[in-house]
């Protein structure tokens, strides 16, 4: 049983498309979250739902839209996508508070041609 | 921003300890310690963490110095399966962002 699973693993798409990424974890936590991993493999945080609820939106361009349907659910939809865009994206989660541990999914290669 | 620093990458032997240290000099006293590690083509994985005590798990230990400004996370026997990068983390509330990490290699 995946504790965190994303689809799609692998996404190539034009640019100006719009597109989804899906985000479901069965652990029962209350936190999930956006990464984005570039070229240069830096992980940088897009966004933090608890309980449905955004608590971390960094700088990313309005573009991207994170919904939380329910606390199971984490999708990330990101319109007029650019060449820039492509990277890999991670979704995770957690309990809520700073000794929990987090899990993550194994990620989506989005390329945009 | 990711408020840690690593040292870029290092190398260690197959079946020798490894010792990767981390310096967060401006940590608060409630900000956790986490470490994880990424494999190759996979998403990061938890290792362990602390807040002041060291801890020990099954996969490494962590080493929290006395002031809280820097921690080691310690490798007790690595094998070629270990190498991967790892991140210190400072985890406050939900907050959870990582820096560049050091990248480990592991030679025969």
């Known amino acids: 049983d995946t504790a965190v699973s994303q689809t799609p693993k692998y996404l190539v798409t034009q640019m100006g498309n719009d597109k989804s990424i899906k985000c479901e974890q069965n652990?029962?936590?209350?936190?999930m979250y956006w990464y984005k991993q570039d070229s240069k493999k830096f992980l940088k945080i897009m966004f933090s739902?608890?309980?449905?609820?955004?608590?971390i939106n960094e700088t990313v361009p309005n573009r991207f839209s994170p919904k939380s349907p329910d606390k199971a659910h984490l999708n990330l939809h990101i319109n007029s996508l650019e060449l820039g865009d492509s990277a890999v994206y991670f979704c995770?989660?957690?309990?809520?508070?700073?000794?929990?541990?987090?899990?993550f999914g194994q990620g989506t290669r989005l390329t945009v041609v | 921003d990711a408020k840690t620093t690593q040292p870029n990458s290092m190398e260690s032997n197959e079946e020798e300890p490894v010792h990767l240290p981390c310096n967060h000099s401006?940590?608060?006293?409630?900000?956790?310690i986490h470490w994880y590690r990424q494999l190759p083509s996979q998403g990061p994985e938890y290792v362990i963490h602390?807040?002041?005590s060291n801890v020990n798990n099954r996969m490494a230990s962590l080493a929290i110095a006395e002031d809280r400004k820097s921690s080691t996370l310690i490798l007790h026997r690595a094998t070629l399966r270990d190498a991967a990068v790892y991140y210190c983390?400072?985890?406050?509330?939900?907050?959870?962002?990582f820096g560049a990490g050091t990248r480990l290699t592991v030679k025969p």
């Open positions: 995770a989660s957690s309990q809520r508070g700073q000794i929990a541990e987090a899990f």
């Open positions: 652990l029962g936590h209350d936190t």
């Open positions: 739902y608890n309980n449905k609820e955004l608590i």
């Open positions: 401006t940590i608060s006293g409630t900000d956790y």
């Open positions: 602390g807040l002041t």
């Open positions: 983390i400072l985890r406050r509330n939900n907050d959870m962002r």
